[in-house]
């Protein structure tokens, strides 16, 4: 099977997502789509899966021309694309999903019904670890994907598009994705990677292009030539992060003692420790052991079972306590309103201490600052938050939240989304409180990123906290097993 | 893209469509990404317009009449002459404010179907006021009346409010379940102890003194209370929109952690909603007894309640499109009455109508491709 897009072009009112973009998509090959947020790989794919219908340019396959006005459509060319966003059902089973995705489902479907029966093996071939009998509510997200896969390639996708895979995975899921995806590829599947990770592309791209401003700016076999992908995605020098000055005997801020609780399947169970002035601790585990409870928690959004929670020798005052920043998981839905603009929303928190009648003309200056310091794009104030890309979502709440002078900041999962640019600016400014004195709790998914930025390290697992240990000179090997939960 | 999708709030209003805040502060630069993806919402109503047409006729054809000469019937009765327009003028003030009484709860993403049982509610507190007050009130009893029944709805409305919160009952089903009381409440008491001893069997309460009754112009029946109904919507426009209060209940129905965050209590603006929307409804309740019908009887309002969660539903939590919709179903309404006397059909042809622009809207409002493909990135 061989794909050829040929100048596709789309533009979104003032944007051009996509600017003739040429390019050919092989069986038997990995091909990773490399570009920072907003370069327009999501909208390209989107165009070859019928969801973006393009102003210009043609498609065909194996020399014949197409145009997909729906997925639909393109599944029935074989062309299949894992979104961002899971289309699972949770409350069935792993098999029943699978057979909803069928291509021609049969009226009845018994539990030894032929189409279940493939699909079911089909997903032994891909993962023979998962129970197809699990209700997909009960999968940890690296599985739901998994299963996600199991079903467009059960709808007979011979072409796979998989958008930011590894964004919701921990470093081991991750590396389980990327063998599957050279198995795909070996298997005569075509298999194109939309990422803005370099460990994706090295660990697991046959070839690598790299896409800037809806152009493609690179096309590569060395995809472990990581310099020369980042300068063209970034077309510069990635910013710097200032050196951090080693605090010493400096005195408490943040102390937790015996902290539980609970929050639907996730709890904390027991978690103590204190923090000084200026310190970054990093929280490291594998997704679903309770990471969004304890930044929850942290931030007094969240009832507390037993234990207490200082910062300065004071209880937080509710989820509003102003001395605390806080970035949730999944900004779109947990920090952002989608319908007002981002203006209204760089002001949400103060909503109460708005003028009564709506001008903002006066806070308008300061606010496009903003946009520029966290290079949020497009820099519209009145767009609506919700036309926003997942990566400009979280830099447009990381601009609100990281602009004043909080005591302590609480990240959850800060990175999700961002490119090379944007999470090393965020490190910066995580780095530019810590120096003034603030309390940082970075609750990540990215080891390597948590042992290279943070003082002290912790693990969370299943609730329970291990650690915290100083990041310098922490051995791997012993945070692998608490993240398994080996020993703590 | 997920995100709670409540019936009545068009979770795409983050796109195109004119009354979303961020829109509505400044419409020049609307979010201009989605567009192509997405049917305006003047395509919408055209094509609604159109499939309605469509499915009226067959359903004409399918009563056996001449369909031309019933869609001349609907013409006649609902704009075709002055007092037709008058007729729908009066029929729109109760729907208009029924409809306020499903979009301010759906404001917060809640579904309330309680108008109809709000309706009746505040019409036997108002009643109980003006029955209790006889003429003692002079010139302030008209509005001491509508008072009492906004409160009376608003009470009932609230009821069904602090089950959700303190109990976390689905206001969609205690509203729906709580609309049979009132009516069977206000048949008790004109059957019972309010019923007018002169009235020779008819179950109604005593005719309402001059005082109570609400002033009417130009020689129809229109009367004060669209006036009301106008007012009431324009203000919830503009609090919704050009205040603070708008920008708050966004937060509550789009990102509930940030609201809790900014310090917004989603108990308290449920209540108030819930009571807001309950007043409204207890408005039109008391005002279709005192113009209407001049005195408390069963069967009040012609499911005016209904017909504004209709409304509500077609306006997709804009607030600025409930006028022209409700002025279009009570045409509806108002031309059905004219099927009925004119042409000798049941009136239940106004339901199937409203059934019909149901659906009409709702296959107008399917999108081809799915919303998933707006993303920039």
């Given at each position: 099977m061989k794909v050829e897009l040929v100048g596709l072009c789309k533009r979104f009112g003032a944007v051009q997502a996509s600017d003739g973009v040429d390019l050919v998509l092989r069986s038997g090959e990995v091909c990773a789509l490399l570009g920072e947020n907003g370069a327009g790989k999501s909208t390209l794919m989107k165009m070859l899966y019928g969801l973006v219908a393009p102003d210009a340019g043609r498609i065909s396959i194996d020399g014949a021309p197409v145009r997909f006005g729906s997925p639909r459509a393109a599944r029935a060319h074989g062309i299949g694309m894992l979104l961002q966003q899971f289309s699972l059902i949770d409350a069935l089973s792993v098999s029943d999903n699978l057979v909803l995705g069928a291509?021609?489902?049969?009226?009845?479907?018994?539990?030894?019904?032929?189409?279940?029966?493939?699909?079911?093996?089909k997903l032994a071939q891909l993962a023979p670890e998962i129970d197809p009998r699990r209700r997909v509510a009960d999968l940890g997200p690296g599985e739901k994907q998994l299963v996600e896969l199991s079903k467009v390639l059960s709808a007979g996708a011979r072409l796979v598009i998989l958008d930011e895979p590894t964004s919701?995975?921990?470093?081991?899921?991750?590396?389980r994705l990327w063998r599957r995806l050279r198995d795909l590829a070996s298997t005569g599947h075509g298999v194109v990677l939309i990422t803005h990770k370099l460990d994706d592309v090295s660990a697991c791209a046959h070839r690598a292009v790299?896409?800037?401003?809806?152009?493609?700016?690179?096309?590569t076999h060395e995809v472990k030539a990581t310099d020369t992908l980042v300068a063209?995605?970034?077309?510069?020098?990635?910013?710097?992060?200032?050196?951090?000055?080693?605090?010493s005997g400096a005195s408490e801020r943040l102390r937790l003692s015996t902290v539980s609780a609970d929050w639907a399947d996730q709890r904390l169970e027991r978690v103590s420790f204190a923090l000084p002035r200026g310190a970054i601790l990093g929280v490291a585990g594998v997704t679903g052991n309770g990471q969004e409870l304890l930044g929850r928690v942290l931030a007094g959004a969240h009832p507390l079972r037993e234990g207490r929670l200082t910062l300065d020798g004071r209880p937080l005052a509710g989820a509003g306590d102003a001395r605390v920043a806080y970035v949730p998981e999944q900004p779109m839905v947990n920090a952002l309103a989608r319908s007002l603009s981002l203006l209204v929303n760089l002001q949400a928190l103060r909503v109460r201490r708005l003028p009564w009648w709506l001008s903002l003309s006066g806070s308008r200056a300061a606010a496009l600052r903003l946009l520029e310091r966290f290079d949020v794009r497009p820099r519209e104030l009145d767009r609506a938050a919700g036309t926003l890309s997942g990566g400009n979502a979280q830099k447009l709440v990381l601009a609100r939240e990281l602009a004043g002078q909080p005591d302590l900041i609480v990240v959850c999962f800060p990175s999700m989304g961002l490119d090379a640019a944007a999470s090393r600016r965020l490190v910066a400014e995580l780095v530019v409180h810590a120096e003034r004195g603030a309390v940082v709790v970075w609750i990540g998914e990215d080891l390597d990123a948590l042992l290279a930025h943070a003082d002290q390290i912790a693990v969370l697992h299943r609730g329970r906290l291990s650690g915290p240990i100083r990041a310098r000179g922490a051995d791997k090997q012993q945070l692998g097993l608490w993240m398994t939960g080996a020993a703590a | 893209m997920k995100s709670l999708s409540p019936v009545l709030v068009d979770t795409r209003s983050a796109q195109p469509g004119p009354a979303?805040?961020?829109?509505?502060?400044?419409?020049?630069?609307?979010?201009?990404?989605p567009r192509a993806a997405l049917r305006s919402a003047a395509e919408r109503s055209a094509l609604a317009a159109a499939i309605f047409s469509g499915l009226s006729l067959v359903f004409?054809?399918?009563?056996?009449?001449?369909?031309?000469?019933?869609?001349?019937?609907?013409w006649e009765g609902s704009l075709g002459s002055g007092f037709a327009l008058s007729e729908t003028l009066v029929k729109l003030s109760p729907v208009l404010l029924c409809a306020l009484a499903t979009a301010l709860p759906a404001t917060l993403g809640l579904v309330s179907v309680g108008a109809e049982g709000q309706l009746f509610a505040g019409s036997i507190a108002g009643t109980a006021l003006v029955l209790a007050a006889g003429g003692d009130l002079g010139a302030a009893t008209a509005p001491s009346m509508l008072l009492a029944g906004g409160l009376g709805g608003a009470a009932y409305a609230a009821f069904a409010a602090a089950l959700r919160v303190s109990l976390r009952v689905n206001e969609t089903i205690s509203t729906l379940l709580l609309n049979y009381l009132p009516p069977l409440l206000v048949e008790y008491l004109v059957y019972g102890p309010w019923r007018d001893p002169d009235s020779l069997g008819w179950p109604a309460t005593v005719s309402f003194p001059d005082a109570a009754r609400l002033g009417t112009y130009f020689d129809t029946r229109v009367h004060a209370g669209l006036a009301v109904g106008v007012a009431l919507v324009v203000l919830a426009l503009v609090l919704t929109t050009r205040t603070r209060h708008g920008v708050a209940l966004a937060l509550?129905?789009?990102?509930?952690?940030?609201?809790?965050r900014a310090g917004l209590s989603f108990r308290a603006w449920v209540l108030a909603m819930m009571a807001f929307g309950g007043a409204a409804a207890g408005v039109a309740g008391m005002v279709e007894v005192s113009v209407i019908e001049g005195r408390l009887q069963p069967g009040i309002g012609a499911g005016a309640g209904y017909s504004g969660f209709l409304v509500a539903f077609l306006a997709r939590g804009h607030l600025g499109r409930l006028f022209p919709l409700a002025f279009v179903v009570a045409a509806l309404s108002a031309a059905g009455d004219n099927l009925q006397l004119g042409a000798d059909l049941p009136s239940a042809v106004v339901y199937v109508l409203q059934g019909l622009l149901f659906i009409a809207a709702l296959l107008a409002g399917r999108q081809r491709t799915a919303a998933a493909g707006v993303e920039l990135g």
């Open positions: 291509r021609r489902v049969p009226l009845w479907l018994g539990p030894r019904s032929r189409v279940r029966a493939e699909a079911e093996q919701l995975l921990a470093r081991p899921e991750a590396e790299v896409l800037r401003a809806g152009r493609v700016v690179l096309e063209a995605m970034m077309g510069a020098a990635l910013p710097e992060v200032p050196e951090r000055r080693p605090s | 979303s805040l961020a829109d509505a502060q400044r419409p020049a630069s609307s979010g201009s990404a004409f054809f399918a009563l056996g009449r001449d369909p031309w000469l019933l869609f001349a019937a609907l509550l129905r789009e990102s509930p952690l940030l609201a809790e």
